[in-house]
C-alpha cells in the first residue's frame, strides 16, 4: 500500500527523485545527509502542486548499483544510492530491485519501500 499525499514545490521537482520538506514545501533532496520526506511521483514546477510517496513501494531514480534488500538514502541530487557504513547516514528506504548504475548520465529505475518510520544512524 502507498501513501501519496500533494504538497507544494519550492522549486522545480523531477519525477522519481527524493524530496525534503523546506518550509512546509517540498524540494529535491540537496544532500546525503539530508532527512528524505518523499519520492516525487510525477514533475512539478515551482508553485505547483506534485504527488509525494511517503509510504511504500516507490519507483525511484538510481545513481549507483543498490542490492536487493539492502538499505538505499540519496546523494546530493536526489538519486538512491546504496546506504554505505559510513559515520553518518539517512536510511530512505530499502531496496526491492537491484539497481544499475548510471551510464553517461543515463539513470535507471529501480523500486524501494519507503519505512514506515525514518532511521539515522551515527
Known sequence: MQVIISKECAAAVS?????????????????ST???FCVFLNSA????????????EAD????????????VKSDANG???ADAAVSTHVVAGIALETGKAAVSSTYS??????PVFKRVNA
Not at 15 to 31: D, I
Not at 109 to 114: E, F, G, P, Q, R
Request: charged share 10%; net charge positive.
Open 109 to 114: 529505475t529501480a523500486k524501494i519501500i519507503l
Open 15 to 31: 519525477q522519481g527523485h527524493f524530496g525534503k520538506l523546506s518550509s512546509g514545501k517540498v524540494v529535491h533532496v540537496a544532500a
Open 45 to 56: 514546477a515551482a508553485g505547483q502542486q506534485v504527488a509525494c510517496i511517503v509510504q511504500g
Open 60 to 71: 525511484v531514480r538510481v545513481a549507483t548499483v543498490l542490492t536487493v534488500g539492502g538499505s
Open 34 to 36: 539530508d532527512a528524505v
Open 79 to 81: 538519486r538512491a544510492i
